[in-house]
């Protein structure tokens, strides 16, 4: 079993209904652990892979007639779509809030969603290729006390509410990973927990060039008349 940061200490310190914790971060590798990790999220390896394969094919039927951004904007609404049609059944359902999409499980108080990533698998941790709403930061409960003026190291994980959100990030080449990141300024942040699936491949003309504007509907919509 391969675990970097084997060590999995919790202090948890409840202040007005938030939770700080105090973690060093873990990435799993080993295929058994892999596994043996997403049973407790009542999740399934080959699964989540299917589900990154809908992003990845979307992604590639992008044309050079299509705009610039059309491969990413593909990926990302199939990855969605891969995410529930993959997985939905159980204690798994439909998940749409503050305007991001995914599924979420009740009785773990988890959700999934899906970003194309600039990287995922590797040493660095992943960085979403478009910036992420502030929907993703809500439901990512990770800015309370920043917002609150309180400065805290960066080694301190800070959560609110009852539910964690996990990303299904997957890259160019193929690469995916079920990560636990902290979202702060319209990117991923860091990861308290990454999950390797599977390493990618050389896909070729896989190119999510700009990616989408954002993963999230909460935007500005301006509309003006002519």
Known sequence: ML???STNEVQKINMN????????????IEPGAVNHRLSELQLEREKLIAAGHHALAAAASASPLHPSNAAGMFAYMDGVKGLRAENLGGNWEFFREEGVEGISNDELRLRVLFANVNQACGKAHPKARS?????????????????AGV????SVVKFHGDYKTYYLMVDQSGAMELSLPVVKNGQFLRCVERIFLIEGGDLGATDF???EPSSDTDLDVVISRK
């Open 3 to 5: 675990i970097f940061s």
């Open 17 to 28: 209904e938030a939770v700080v914790e105090s973690i060093n971060p873990i990435t799993i």
């Open 131 to 147: 910036r992420k709403g502030a929907g993703s930061e809500r439901v990512a409960c990770g800015d309370m006390f920043e917002a």
């Open 151 to 154: 400065d805290l190291p960066v």
């Open 209 to 211: 060039s700009i990616d």
